[in-house]
C-alpha cells in the first residue's frame, strides 16, 4: 500500500497496480513511535503486505520507484494487458 498523506492522486501506481494500491488519506498532527516519541508524520509511505515499512518520503523523490521495485518488483509493461495479471487490487 502507498498511502498518500498529501495532495489526492500525487503518484500513478498504475505500473503496479496488482500489487500496489495507492490511498489517499489525511493525518492531523504527530505520530506516536515507540522508542521514538513524536515525530512528524511522512507526506507517503509504501507498506508492504506484512505491515512493515519500507520507504517514507514525498511521491516526487527519486527512491520511491526503486522502493516500489525492491519490494513489489517491476512495474508492468505499459503495454501489457492489466487483466492477464488477474485485475487490479
Known amino acids: ?15 503496479w497496480a496488482n500489487r500496489v494500491r495507492l490511498v489517499d488519506a489525511q493525518c492531523a498532527g504527530a505520530w506516536d513511535l515507540p522508542v521514538l516519541a513524536e515525530v512528524t508524520a511522512p507526506p507517503d509511505v509504501l507498506i508492504r503486505p506484512d505491515g512493515h515499512v519500507v520507504w517514507a518520503g514525498e ?7 526503486h522502493a516500489l521495485v525492491t ?19
Do not use: I, Q, V
Request: charged share 15%; no cysteine; net charge negative.
Open 1 to 15: 500500500m502507498l498511502l498518500n498523506l498529501g495532495e489526492p492522486g500525487g503518484y500513478d501506481t498504475a505500473p
Open 59 to 65: 511521491l516526487t523523490a527519486p527512491e520511491l520507484p
Open 71 to 89: 519490494w513489489f518488483e517491476a512495474a508492468a509493461p505499459a503495454h501489457e494487458d492489466r487483466a492477464a495479471w488477474g485485475g487490479g487490487l
